[in-house]
């Protein structure tokens, strides 16, 4: 278990290191809004099991957390469809970009995981189910909050409008798994929800604070809440370790060796079973589309402290 005051300093020096770099890694510019974000932020956040949460860095300034949703839309459509989600998603890593449309032919409209971006936008069509798209989306936004206990969530709408009028790939994703039947509700509806809850913004600190379920069983162990079973919360730690980086995925396991989900925000959350929850945010991408100083900050905790799903 992780002693507050040593963490204290292993994350500001980390912070302080990460700061100090000037490889930052490119900053998405496909969502035009996104480009807009100063290069220059970095912040952690580790949640412990009482709800202490330790920070570094712009930890308390929200930022888009685009594709760490699909790890929350992920587990309310688990909830919804149980062990059927599976047929219109698999749980195999991809080995292609986060927006590859080249499986999908191959596959016969049926994504590889649930968090590239044809599988996420599946995984929302289970969660919309014939709702309105606001209700849809207001059940996300909730359950956000919920996790996070912080009702100050919201959606950054500049982000969601920007994506809307650019993802034109997103929506030939969408349109070629309707004509398979994997969407099964209006794609406009579908991608609507999904851009939306893309632009979901979260400090590193709510962020962190949201994932902890994944590190506790399920559980939030600081009020005793339960939000899935165990084997649930440990299946999606499994897809998030073998998914979460897309064609980095790989690379991810070899240097950190937790369970982590990465968004075109900037953002990482990254899970030790047991003892914490971890949100890290640096804007500037690597080439698989992932924080390259997050990635090299959760390294360098991994390291330091000893903890990784694969011995210290
Ligand atoms: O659909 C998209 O392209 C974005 N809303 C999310 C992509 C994303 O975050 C990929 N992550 N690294």
Redesign the pocket.
């Known amino acids: 278990m992780f002693a507050v005051p040593q963490l204290r300093s292993l994350v500001t020096d980390i912070a302080d290191e990460m700061r100090a770099r000037t490889d930052r890694g490119r900053i998405?510019d496909?969502?035009p809004e996104l480009a807009r974000v100063d290069p220059g932020f970095f912040g952690m956040a580790v949640a412990l099991p009482d709800g202490t949460v330790v920070t570094a860095g712009d930890a308390e300034t929200p930022f888009s957390i685009?594709?760490?949703s699909k790890v929350f839309t992920l587990t309310l459509a688990l909830g919804i469809a149980g062990d059927r989600l599976w047929k219109r998603v698999g749980r195999e890593p991809s080995g292609t970009a986060?927006?590859s449309i080249v499986q999908l032919e191959s596959e016969k409209g049926v994504p590889r995981n649930p968090f590239i971006?044809a599988g996420?936008i599946a995984v929302t069509d289970v969660i919309l189910a014939g709702h309105k798209p606001s209700v849809a989306l207001g059940e996300i936004l909730r359950f956000m909050r919920f996790l996070s206990d912080d009702q100050t969530v919201t959606i950054d709408k500049a982000v969601a409008e920007s994506?809307q009028r650019t993802?034109f790939?997103?929506m030939a994703l969408a349109n070629y798994m309707k004509s398979f039947g994997v969407i099964e509700n209006p794609v406009d509806y579908t991608l609507g929800v999904?851009?939306h809850h893309?632009?979901i913004a979260m400090s590193c600190r709510q962020l962190a604070l949201a994932g902890r379920f994944l590190a506790h069983s399920g559980r939030n162990p600081d009020t005793g809440h339960s939000v899935i079973s165990s084997e649930r919360a440990r299946r999606i730690n499994a897809i998030m370790l073998t998914c979460g980086?897309?064609d980095g995925s790989g690379d991810f396991a070899y240097r950190v060796g937790l369970p982590g989900k990465?968004?075109?925000?900037g953002g990482i959350l990254a899970i030790v079973p047991g003892q914490a929850s971890i949100a890290v945010w640096s804007p500037g991408?690597d080439d698989?589309?992932?924080s390259h100083l997050g990635r090299i900050a959760l390294e360098a905790f991994a390291k330091r402290s000893g903890v990784s799903i694969f011995g210290a």
């Open positions: 998405a496909y969502i685009q594709s760490i986060f927006n971006n996420a994506e993802g790939r997103n999904y851009f893309c632009a980086h897309y990465s968004g075109v925000g991408l698989a589309g992932n």
